[in-house]
């Protein structure tokens, strides 16, 4: 079965700090990645995605992840996070034989603190 | 462009009745998926439809069902609610290639009481 895990539920940080937050699927065919952000009370904004080429990939607010075929891992990483980087992240997955369904982790809490 | 618009916001009804949503995708979007997100199970797909076709369907009970118009809009219902179908649901449009990014609408929060 196809799952994606987020080994981190919540991750506390001190604002400009640097920040990982990590991401794991399963699979034995092509994927593609996701990395969304949910604010409270919204729905869910794309920062990044990995289809093909290289595996840096950069996003939006800062953000980039890297993809790592031989680790089944697509960590995303912030050099310097803002008080408004507060939020819940998904990372989701999608094979190339499940038409458009979006598997997704549990979710990772960032909480920003000043 | 407008975003995904999903109608209404916030809902509340008691179990045993049913209950419709509705999405309307980012123009030019033809293909719109619903999601269901709940603190204890996470973020779970519906399922997707293609002009006007299921295209594909998760794990649910046949309680939850949808369709699409010719105009690519969405909506799903739900009959004979549960307590356990309280959740927000989330719909998303996107361009019908692999890989494209599916937009997210700000979703519907049903409670059932």
């Known amino acids: 079965a196809q799952s994606v895990t987020q080994l981190d539920s919540q991750v506390p940080v001190f604002e400009e700090a640097p920040v990982e937050l990590r991401c794991n699927y399963s699979?034995?065919?092509?994927?593609?990645l996701f990395w969304y952000v949910q604010y409270p009370n919204q729905g869910l904004q794309l920062l990044l995605k990995?289809?093909?080429?290289?595996?840096l990939v950069k996003g939006i607010n800062g953000f980039e992840a890297e993809f790592n075929k031989s680790q089944t891992s697509f960590h995303l990483r912030k050099p310097s996070v803002h008080i408004s980087d507060t939020a819940e992240y998904f990372c989701?997955?999608?094979?190339?034989?499940?038409?458009?369904?979006?598997?997704f982790g549990s979710g990772t809490q960032l909480t920003v603190l000043p | 462009k407008a975003g995904v618009t999903q109608t209404p916001r916030y809902l509340i009804k008691t179990r045993g009745q049913q209950v419709t949503l509705s999405c309307s995708p980012i123009?030019?979007?033809?293909?719109v998926s619903w999601y269901q997100q709940t603190p204890g199970q996470g973020l779970q797909f519906l399922f997707e439809?293609?002009?006007?076709?299921?295209?594909n369907k998760g794990n649910f009970p046949g309680r939850f069902s949808g369709r699409q118009f010719s105009n690519s809009r969405s909506e799903m219902n739900v009959s004979t609610l549960e307590l356990g179908d309280s959740a927000l649901y989330l719909c998303?449009?996107?361009?019908?290639?692999?890989?494209?990014?599916?937009?997210f609408g700000p979703g519907t929060r049903l409670l059932v009481l």
């Open positions: 998303a449009s996107s361009l019908p290639d692999f890989g494209e990014t599916q937009y």
């Open positions: 699979s034995s065919v092509s994927v593609y």
């Open positions: 990995y289809l093909s080429g290289s595996t």
């Open positions: 989701a997955v999608t094979y190339s034989g499940s038409a458009r369904q979006l598997t």
């Open positions: 123009s030019g979007h033809r293909s």
């Open positions: 439809y293609f002009s006007e076709t299921q295209r």
